[in-house]
């Protein structure tokens, strides 16, 4: 088996795993109680809090553990936007799921939304973002790296010009986290999302930054948790796991970058060097290290994804297809693509523990597989006999 | 393509599961799909409800194949939905099943399976496909009460030789059991019985909702109005019940009228048909129907095959019955069967 959809979650490290288990098994204490077992648990979480403010930059107090990603992101655009004085809010078009399903909601409750576009790479224009900043926007909420297509965004321009406007800015870093430089100064946001999983880290566990001073009504009410915002019974375990798995990734980033470039523009070339009718989707050089995603024509990704998955290679395609939806997948609609295009797109996220040989095998199955797909529609057989 | 390599339609039932199990056993590299094939939920968890879907991932990884959701939505849309409010709205009566395996199991998903590398496709059909003289045949399974063929009747000879359909030798009881001896969770499941695209509140509100409300129109009963209906889609050719009309016996409709809404009714007696025309008709040991040809036909899907004389008539067929027929209804499909082989069909003509 080849897995290739580290975008999707990443296996949990064996490092990490011995650091969690003492705390699903003899550390089991309530981290509120006050006997030892719960100071040990309490001890656990305070640590765990400050090895991630550390890495993030940011203060201990500003570090709040959430159960997911999806629920950072939900946390900090309800509750800015609840807060906010103004009932605008900006995001762009190409979000998570977390983040723009999250927006629609705030839409139906009488919020008015802006999408900023993307261009033809993907990227958000801070002119465009600049221009939609009214006196009345509350909040605007814009990802580091996208999930499908790796673009990184400018982040930094980004949240200054939102600055420079007195309007709190977040960003989704679920993608950017473990794969690149994250600081919350160096970027001068205002939240910031982020989830265990996608770093080698366990499910069920995430965290929202929030900067001293932005106002951000509380999320979970109920007891004392996360001081006092977050109410919940701690994942103690998880909480380890996603401060220690961040630690790994952190000490070992430059050497997973430059690993995880290396694998990706090996694949990206010999795609290109081998397969007719592809596009790259997303920016060639300002997208994540380890992120692939082409487009090939004349074939839909469903087929594509199966017959990878029955040669034993699991990625993913632009559409959410395991779903059983047929919409095409927004971010790819959004850079330009036409709809039959984008069904027929592969994304490919490496991992480090993927190697040269297994990015061989992977294009020629691709090769075969695309061949095939595409020997079964009329469309490129018109195409293909035109050639002849 | 691998002559050992299957896909098959798992809608999460007991059949399909079942027949996912004996093909796994019988050593074909199966692979399960479940289609999803339009957005409508049930109460009960229609055929591809999220229920429906788990259900059938649960059976795949039980009994070790893997299972993958495949969407069909635009050609179950084309091929059943649309034909089947067409067919409403002229006043006629749609057999969707028929179409839905026509254009989308053995045509839509075979192509897909083709697509995996695989040659067949399997489905949880009680039906029984043969061979004999070159040629593909349908029987009868022998499990009659479940027989499925009256759905089956316009398959064409490609979709026949490749399509494996290995309940045709069992019993639903049978079937049943094996599942329980699987340790299969959905044993004791029952049968689905509704159109699966069709809500719990009835067809006509399915219709009304997308095509509008169907007009009110004259009942007429011996050349005079006697009431009205609430919109021909209401009714089928045949009906007795739930027509809202007293007349102090027992009436009938007897015709639908799309042209000048009207709905004519008639007494007992009245909706027996000595004979009846069918086209778009298909058939399965020969191509065509050259000379009558004496046999039996059904004529709704739980009536018995009636003996009759089937006469080739320009593009279709004329069925003339030994004894008239109830209420044969426009629109649903006429099967004729020579004892258990399945002839071939066509479509009632109004």
């Known amino acids: 088996m080849i897995y290739v959809d580290h975008a999707?979650?990443?296996?949990?490290?064996?490092?990490?795993?011995?650091?969690?288990?003492?705390?699903?098994?003899?550390?089991?204490?309530?981290?509120?109680?006050?006997?030892?077992?719960?100071?040990?648990?309490?001890?656990?979480?305070?640590?765990?809090?400050?090895?991630?403010?550390?890495?993030?930059?940011?203060?201990?107090?500003?570090?709040?553990?959430?159960?997911?990603?999806?629920?950072?992101?939900?946390?900090?655009?309800?509750?800015?936007?609840?807060m906010a004085k103004g009932k605008h809010l900006?995001?762009?078009?190409?979000?998570?799921?977390?983040?723009?399903?999250?927006?629609?909601?705030?839409?139906?409750?009488?919020?008015?939304?802006?999408?900023?576009?993307?261009?033809?790479?993907?990227?958000v224009s801070p002119q465009d973002l600049e221009k939609a900043i009214r006196p009345d926007t509350g909040l605007v909420s814009i990802m580091a790296a996208n999930n499908e297509i790796g673009v990184i965004q400018?982040?930094?321009?980004?949240?200054?010009?939102?600055?420079?406007?007195?309007?709190?800015?977040?960003?989704?870093?679920?993608?950017?986290?473990?794969?690149?430089?994250?600081?919350?100064?160096?970027?001068?946001?205002?939240?910031?999302?982020?989830?265990?999983?996608?770093?080698g880290g366990p499910k069920g566990v995430?965290?929202?930054?929030?900067?001293?001073?932005?106002?951000?009504?509380?999320?979970?009410?109920?007891?004392?948790?996360?001081?006092?915002?977050?109410?919940?019974?701690?994942?103690?375990?998880?909480?380890?796991?996603?401060?220690h798995a961040a630690?790994?990734?952190?000490?070992?980033?430059?050497?997973?970058?430059?690993?995880?470039?290396?694998?990706?523009?090996?694949?990206?070339?010999?795609?290109?060097?081998?397969?007719?009718?592809?596009?790259?989707?997303?920016?060639?050089?300002k997208r994540l290290p380890g992120n692939a995603n082409f487009s090939f024509e004349f074939i839909e990704g469903e087929s594509l994804l199966l017959m990878l998955d029955m040669k034993g290679i699991e990625a993913s395609s632009g559409s959410a297809c395991t779903s059983g939806s047929l919409d095409p997948s927004h971010v790819l609609l959004a850079i330009g693509l036409a709809h039959e295009i984008a069904h027929g797109s592969l994304r490919i996220s490496f991992g480090v523990e993927n190697t040269i040989e297994q990015v061989d095998i992977i294009v020629r199955e691709l090769a075969q597989i695309v061949q095939r797909l595409r020997d079964m529609s009329p469309l490129y057989e018109k195409v293909a006999r035109k050639q002849v | 393509m691998d002559n050992k390599t299957v896909v098959i339609g798992m809608s999460g039932g007991v059949d399909s599961s079942v027949a996912a199990a004996i093909l796994k056993e019988q050593g074909y590299n199966v692979i399960g799909v479940t289609m999803k094939l339009h957005e409508t939920e049930q109460a009960d968890g229609g055929c591809c409800s999220v229920s429906a879907v788990s259900d059938a991932l649960r059976v795949a990884h039980k009994i070790g194949i893997p299972h993958y959701v495949m969407n069909f939505t635009k050609e179950f849309k084309e091929s059943v939905i649309d034909y089947f409010i067409e067919e409403y709205k002229s006043g006629r009566t749609p057999n969707p099943c028929t179409a839905c395996n026509r254009y989308v199991k053995f045509e839509a998903l075979l192509k897909k399976a083709h697509a995996l590398g695989a040659k067949y496709v399997a489905t949880g059909h009680y039906a029984k496909i043969t061979q004999r003289d070159g040629r593909y045949l349908l029987e009868k399974a022998a499990d009659d009460k479940k027989d499925q063929t009256y759905f089956l009747y316009n398959m064409t000879q490609y979709q026949l030789a490749h399509t494996l359909m290995p309940l045709y030798a069992i019993t639903k009881e049978r079937t049943r059991q094996i599942a329980k001896d699987l340790g299969l969770i959905v044993a004791e499941k029952k049968d689905s019985q509704e159109i699966c695209f069709v809500p719990d509140n009835g067809y006509a509100s399915f219709i009304e909702g997308i095509s509008g409300k169907s007009p009110e129109g004259d009942f007429v009963f011996d050349g005079k109005v006697v009431g009205r209906h609430k919109g021909?889609?209401?009714?089928?050719?045949?009906?007795?019940?739930?027509?809202?009309?007293?007349?102090?016996?027992?009436?009938?409709?007897?015709?639908?009228?799309?042209?000048?809404?009207?709905?004519?009714?008639?007494?007992?007696?009245?909706?027996?048909?000595?004979?009846?025309?069918?086209?778009?008709?298909?058939?399965?040991?020969?191509?065509?129907?050259?000379?009558?040809?004496?046999?039996?036909?059904?004529?709704?899907?739980?009536?018995?095959?009636?003996?009759?004389?089937?006469?080739?008539?320009?593009?279709?067929?004329?069925?003339?019955?030994?004894?008239?027929?109830?209420?044969?209804?426009?629109?649903?499909?006429?099967?004729?069967?020579?004892?258990?082989?399945?002839?071939?069909?066509?479509?009632?003509?109004a």
């Not at chain 1, 509380?218 to 701690?234: K, L, P, V, Y």
């Not at chain 2, 409709?253 to 025309?277: A, C, F, M, W």
């Not at chain 2, 059904?298 to 004329?318: L, Q, W």
């Open chain 1, 206 to 243: 995430g965290a929202l930054y929030i900067r001293r001073g932005t106002r951000v009504a509380n999320f979970i009410h109920g007891g004392a948790q996360e001081f006092g915002r977050r109410a919940s019974t701690e994942n103690v375990a998880g909480i380890v796991g996603f401060a």
């Open chain 1, 247 to 285: 630690k790994l990734a952190d000490e070992h980033l430059d050497e997973n970058i430059q690993k995880l470039t290396q694998l990706r523009d090996y694949y990206i070339k010999k795609v290109k060097e081998t397969i007719p009718y592809c596009r790259l989707n997303g920016h060639p050089t």
């Open chain 1, 90 to 123: 900006i995001t762009s078009a190409i979000e998570h799921h977390a983040v723009l399903h999250t927006f629609d909601s705030l839409r139906k409750e009488g919020y008015e939304v802006t999408y900023l576009p993307v261009d033809a790479d993907g990227l």
């Open chain 1, 154 to 199: 400018p982040i930094c321009e980004l949240a200054l010009i939102s600055k420079e406007h007195k309007v709190p800015f977040h960003t989704d870093a679920v993608q950017a986290f473990g794969n690149m430089p994250v600081n919350v100064d160096d970027w001068g946001v205002d939240m910031l999302s982020i989830s265990a999983h996608k770093i």
């Open chain 1, 8 to 82: 999707a979650t990443t296996p949990l490290k064996k490092e990490v795993l011995d650091k969690m288990m003492p705390y699903l098994t003899s550390e089991f204490g309530n981290p509120s109680s006050i006997y030892t077992s719960g100071r040990k648990a309490k001890i656990a979480i305070n640590e765990a809090r400050a090895t991630l403010a550390g890495i993030l930059g940011a203060k201990e107090n500003e570090v709040f553990f959430t159960g997911s990603g999806s629920e950072a992101d939900n946390w900090a655009i309800k509750g800015a936007a609840k």
């Open chain 2, 232 to 349: 021909i889609i209401h009714y089928t050719v045949g009906q007795r019940k739930g027509l809202g009309i007293a007349l102090g016996e027992p009436v009938y409709v007897t015709k639908i009228d799309p042209s000048s809404n009207r709905i004519y009714l008639g007494v007992e007696g009245s909706q027996l048909k000595d004979e009846l025309t069918a086209s778009n008709v298909n058939f399965i040991p020969f191509d065509t129907l050259s000379e009558p040809i004496g046999c039996s036909a059904k004529i709704r899907y739980n009536s018995k095959a009636a003996p009759c004389t089937v006469f080739p008539e320009g593009d279709g067929v004329r069925v003339v019955f030994d004894t008239p027929q109830r209420a044969p209804a426009p629109g649903q499909s006429v099967v004729f069967y020579n004892e258990n082989l399945v002839l071939g069909g066509g479509t009632i003509n």
